[in-house]
């Protein structure tokens, strides 16, 4: 199930009983499990296991030599460090996402992103920008609407989506700022409010890359592609996940 010949030539083609080692963002725990599971029932034998993070935790643990050979990140800006290094053999979008507001269970949510402004939500979650983008997207638009300089002493920062999702389910936060796709898994313990403006921050676009240096290239290649494939696609949307505008392959220059 390779993209295409000239991949094959460039990566090898994927062989049988290997290993393959997949560090993907937080926001995608649980949907990369149930791909990776559906993944093995069309090509067993090969073993693959997932480390999960802030992508931009997995992008430094990467130019540390960590033995990744898929990268699954959040954000384009975090494959294009990696290929400007040289450490990326082929990309490939692979899904989209939106920015929610979200707050405890039983409470209202603001009307609008502005209304984050209201005295009411004293501390406003967020991932760390500096490495989970997420927080990246929402003080992005925090800055676009003018909204920083009045909320900015109420920011707090969590270390991934995840545990900033956590937070506003424990009513420890008034506010959160999370992907739509983290607050759909825990509805009914939350209340879900506006969707960040279009034009807000830039677009929610997660990508792929097959890492130089992979011990499995053609493997890591493979199940890429199968992430973009019909099945993997079906799980992606179920879990609420969109379909990106640009999914073709890219193969940096050499």
């Known amino acids: 199930m390779i993209a295409t010949l000239a991949l094959v030539a460039i990566l090898g083609a994927a062989g049988n009983d290997a290993e393959i080692l997949v560090s993907a963002a937080s926001s995608l725990r649980g949907v990369i499990d149930e791909v990776v599971e559906a993944y093995r029932e069309h090509f067993p034998g090969t073993d693959v296991a997932i480390n999960t993070a802030a992508s ?36 490939k979008g692979f899904a989209a996402n939106r920015l929610v507001v979200v707050v405890p269970g039983g409470r209202s949510p603001p009307k609008s992103f502005e209304g984050l ?44 989506v995840r545990h900033v999702l956590d937070w506003a389910v424990r009513g420890e936060v008034d506010a959160a700022l999370v992907y739509a796709t983290d607050a759909a ?61 640009d999914t073709r392959f890219v193969i940096p220059p050499q």
């Open 117 to 160: 402004s209201a005295e009411r939500f004293e501390r406003i979650a967020i991932g760390n920008p500096g490495t989970v983008p997420a927080g990246r997207y929402a003080r992005e638009s925090f800055e676009t609407l003018g909204l920083l300089d009045a909320i900015e002493s109420r920011l707090v920062f969590g270390e991934t």
């Open 56 to 91: 931009g935790v997995l992008l430094r643990q990467i130019e540390r030599g960590a033995p990744v050979d898929l990268f699954l990140s959040a954000s384009r800006e975090e494959v294009d460090v990696l290929e400007a290094q040289g450490l990326v053999r082929a990309r």
């Open 185 to 245: 898994l825990v509805a009914d313990r939350i209340a879900i409010g506006p969707i960040a403006p279009p034009g807000s921050h830039t677009g929610i676009f997660y990508e792929g890359a097959v890492i130089e240096g992979a011990r499995n290239p053609g493997l890591a290649l493979q199940l890429l592609e199968f992430l973009g494939s019909g099945p993997g696609e079906e799980i992606l949307s179920r879990k609420g996940f969109m379909i990106p505008p």
